[in-house]
């Protein structure tokens, strides 16, 4: 499967400024080469397995490259160009082959592993028996697929200039009919073997075939959708996540970013907190569903009280509501210099702080971080609770600290911008803000709030 030193090339679509965390996961994961990306795309080469692939975090479709090549520049004679545009993009068949029979091999490693999977349902000697069976009979039924004609259909997008004179459906029609032509394939827009998807713009043309059924963004563990799952788990890997840490999310809706964090580090308690109860409700549906009952606590709080001591938190990882996909009772921008200061709070010395932040409140945090207002309360109490507790000790101590009729909100600027990450999330833009607790030298004033 593969050329001949066992790597493919593959690439990957990514969300507006997903392509550096891609890039950087293909490399660790993977240990791909070749490696190198353009706006939405990442393309790489690599030996591992399709199951191995399947594992990658921040992309959003998996394909088989046939081709990546330079822009087509095109004549204003219609015919001329529709001849272009067919050579340019079919070229040589044997690469057409070349890459059906590798696409073939790679559906039936993904036959093999889904009856894999089946089998764990049954007795060990059906399973075992049913499997043989399968792999014999996918891997026969698909492998002829190198040597037949495929029905096919294509997906055709295009901008720039290319795109003032063919619009993508007139693209589509005249590239499919140079494939059955120069290729003998037979189109079926309905229920077609493959789909070939080309994108066309003023800097590149890219040809390829998608390997899965569904986008490597959607995730069988999640049963209600909220945060994009490719921005949740960039904003995971930012920080440090250590097996007996304890990581907070104090808005987290239905707990997406906790389900990503969850999947890459099983050991560490995670808690998640909420005031409105069917976001909880949800959230608690997601747990269920990704089986992490016992590692993810959810309790009802507002996010300006954080029921935990202070400096009993590694990590606090936090989508701020932005107000458009969900309603938020909470008006952001007057709240938010109160949330920021009890996430602090909390955070242990030498933690992370991670927020996604809209554009608004993105500016609004860097001015309150370097405001003279927060460094006029600075100083506080580090009461060690001992941030590697269990989940249980953890349950406890915010039942007994939520029955205090007052709260501390310690007042500090301790927060050490480390990096700023833009990102899309498709009707707009947000920051993800990366920062370091730093080690505090002074006591002050504490003030003391009467909820």
């Known amino acids: 499967m593969g050329e001949a030193e066992g790597a493919v090339r593959f690439y990957c679509t990514a969300g507006g400024g997903m392509e550096a965390f891609l890039l950087k996961e293909v490399k660790h994961k993977l240990g791909a080469t070749e490696v190198e990306d353009i706006p939405g795309r990442v393309f790489f080469r690599t030996r591992s397995s399709l199951h191995e692939i399947m594992q990658l975090k921040s992309a959003e479709r998996l394909f088989l490259l046939l081709r990546k090549a330079p822009p087509l520049s095109l004549p204003k004679n219609p015919a001329k160009a529709v001849s272009i545009i067919q050579q340019s993009i079919v070229g040589s068949p044997d690469v057409w082959s070349h ?10 490693e ?3 592993s889904e009856g894999r999977g089946q089998k764990r349902k049954r007795d060990e000697e059906e399973k075992e028996e049913e499997n043989r069976r399968n792999e014999i009979v996918e891997s ?11 029905t096919f259909r294509v997906s055709c997008r295009c901008s720039g200039a290319i795109a003032r004179y063919y619009n993508s459906q007139n693209l589509s029609r005249i590239i499919g009919a140079a494939i059955s032509r120069e290729l003998g394939w037979k189109a079926d827009l309905r229920q077609p073997t493959v789909e070939v998807n080309v994108h066309l713009n003023d800097d590149h043309c890219v040809f390829g075939i998608p390997l899965l059924r569904h986008p490597l963004a959607s995730r069988s563990y999640i049963k209600h959708t ?11 890997s930012l920080c440090p996540l250590q097996e007996t840490s304890v990581i907070l999310d104090p808005m987290c809706g239905v707990g997406t970013i906790l389900l990503e964090a969850a999947q890459e580090c099983p050991n560490a ?11 909880l409700q949800k959230a608690a549906e997601n747990v269920d569903c990704a089986c992490l009952g016992s590692r993810i606590l959810l309790v009802k709080s507002s996010c300006m009280a954080i029921p935990l001591q202070a400096g009993s938190v590694d990590t606090v990882l936090c989508d701020v509501p932005f107000g458009r996909k969900f309603s938020c009772s909470t008006d952001m921008t007057t709240a938010l210099p109160q949330i920021l200061t009890e996430m602090e709070r909390v955070l242990r010395e030498g933690g992370s702080l991670i927020l996604l932040l809209s554009l608004q409140l993105s500016a609004q945090i860097n001015k309150i971080i370097k405001s003279n207002k927060l460094n006029s309360h600075s100083g506080a109490a580090n009461h060690d609770v001992g941030s590697h507790d269990s989940a249980h000790t953890m349950k406890t101590q915010i039942s007994e600290t939520s029955q205090h009729n007052q709260t501390k909100i310690l007042k500090f600027s301790s927060l050490h911008l480390q990096n700023k990450h833009k990102v899309s999330l498709g009707t707009t833009d947000a920051i993800i803000h990366t920062y370091i607790k730093a080690h505090i030298q002074t006591e002050t004033h504490i003030t003391m709030l009467n909820l």
Do not use: N, Y
């Open 99 to 108: 890459a059906l029979c590798t696409w073939s091999a790679f559906q039936a």
């Open 110 to 112: 993904l036959k093999v």
């Open 140 to 150: 026969g039924q698909l492998g002829g697929l190198c040597q037949d004609h495929p």
């Open 226 to 236: 909220g945060l994009r799952s490719t921005i949740a788990w960039a904003m995971t």
């Open 269 to 279: 308690v995670f808690i998640g907190m909420d005031s409105e109860v069917d976001q």
